[in-house]
């Protein structure tokens, strides 16, 4: 199945992601490179909202760029298969090897501004992240790896303090907090009667 009807399939949660969901469609069909970051207008990014085990936890990275916690991801870079994307953006970003996608469904869509920058020496202008999150697990006691050409640490924090370490309150309120009550919704679908 292509990205594009995936995105189709998807059904929001809430007006942020119907929203996003159909602005998403639009530029995709109108916009050949779309998954290409040479788009500076917007292009796609995959993430991996990363639970542990219990799904009572969160890995997240100190982003350089945002200067901020934030979840894992990184640009599609022409490749359509985002969740292949979003696991290689976690082992890149954290070291950690052993991750695994719960499901190969979407979990989660949302734009993302993104304010210009340098990059490499290099002035990025602001653009959007047409962004497709996925929910992966992986195992709390992995060794955590610093990539320190992305970010300045990497840390398990529990969904409570998740939603205090970021500094921008706008992922906090419409994308943090639905993939903590997402995830949470999940769990209690899962444990046994």
Same mark, same amino acid.
Request: one cysteine or more.
């Given at each position: ?25 639009? %530029?995709?069909?109108? @916009?050949?490179?779309?998954? $290409? ?12 909202? &990363?639970? @542990? ?25 022409? +490749?359509?298969? !985002? ?5 290689? $953006?976690?082992?890149?970003?954290? =070291?950690?090897? @052993? ?8 979990? +989660? ?11 490499? =020496?290099? %002035? ?15 195992? $709390? ?5 610093? @990539? ?11 969904? $409570? ?11 906090? /309120?419409?994308? %943090?907090? /639905? ?7 999940? !769990?209690? &679908?899962?444990?046994?009667?």
């Amino acid at each position: 199945m292509s990205l594009l009807q995936e995105i189709k399939d998807y059904r929001p949660v809430n007006e942020q992601e119907a929203c996003d969901k159909e602005r998403m469609i639009q %530029y995709m069909t109108h @916009n050949a490179r779309c998954l $290409e970051r040479e788009d500076q207008t917007a292009h796609f990014t995959a993430s991996a909202w &990363t639970v @542990n085990k219990e799904r009572t936890k969160t890995l997240m990275v100190y982003h350089n760029i945002y200067d901020s916690w934030s979840w894992i991801g990184g640009h599609a870079d022409g +490749s359509e298969d !985002l969740r292949q994307v979003a696991l290689r $953006e976690l082992q890149e970003e954290t =070291g950690v090897r @052993n991750a695994a996608l719960v499901s190969g469904q979407i979990f +989660s869509l949302e734009i993302l501004t993104v304010d210009g920058h340098v990059k490499k =020496g290099v %002035y990025v202008p602001g653009h959007l992240h047409l962004n497709v999150t996925y929910l992966a697990e992986a195992d $709390e006691a992995e060794t955590l790896i610093v @990539n320190e050409a992305e970010n300045q640490a990497v840390k398990w924090w529990s969904f $409570e303090d998740a939603l205090k370490v970021p500094k921008e309150p706008w992922l906090v /309120k419409w994308v %943090y907090q /639905k993939l903590i009550e997402k995830t949470t919704k999940l !769990l209690a &679908t899962e444990k046994p009667m």
